[in-house]
């Protein structure tokens, strides 16, 4: 299922809670269970209150999630001139792959990884024997974060409270999907998915339980891979194909 962001609304008038089948949610409440200390980030960056009793909507399917990306403003990203790429994918994926964000040609073509990383991604999944249209892809970050330098947009890395506010975003895609593993695509990514910043060379390799059961599996990021010659270009390759390898397997563990 691919989600499409359409953004008909001046940026200006846009922000506001979304709107379609969610749960209702008091701003500054306390969530309870997997969603206990969570947030509602659809505020144009304003921060919620905690005597604020208005009520917001958490979406409960993905294109509730897909319309709500495209009106978050809660951090600096969503205000640039971009639009939200939703994540794609079947809606019971046993698999869930998560990048940093989404770059340029992606932010273009409203689809995640379509881009030269997108493309190095798809040749070493089906080396490794991985079906990426069996898999739901994703970004920890929804909008492309850039800076503009004559007609180009470079990419710029999102900082970790960025990631952390999309977070919640993730998170919903995740309880919805109830993907049994998730692999996270670099460093930006595992943060996504596990809260926290890890060192790639020291996770990779194993699953980390998460709270929900499922498994995640930290790696590096294609793009990562693109810069890198020679030598070490060699190695790491090897190695981004061995976890990807060791991911099939146990991918196939989980779900027999």
Known sequence: MRETCIESRPRALQGGPPVGNARRWRPGGRPQGRDRGRFLPWTNGA??????SSEMEAPE????VGEAICNCRACPIGALDNRAVMGEGPRDAPLMIVGEQPGDVEDRAGRPFVGPAGRLLDQRLAKAGIERERAYLTN????????RRGKRRLHKSPTTGEIDTCRWWLERE???VAPRLVLALGVSAARGVLGKTVRISRSRGEGITLGDGAEAW???HP???LRLSGGKKAEQ???FDADLAAVKDRL?????
């Open 140 to 147: 920890a970050v929804k909008h492309f974060k850039f800076a």
């Open 252 to 256: 196939e563990e989980l779900t027999r």
């Open 237 to 239: 390759e090897r190695l």
């Open 174 to 176: 995740r309880a919805i």
């Open 61 to 64: 399917t993905l294109p509730g």
């Open 218 to 220: 930290v790696t590096a």
């Open 47 to 52: 921060a919620m209150r905690e005597s604020d």
């Open 223 to 225: 793009s990562y891979l």
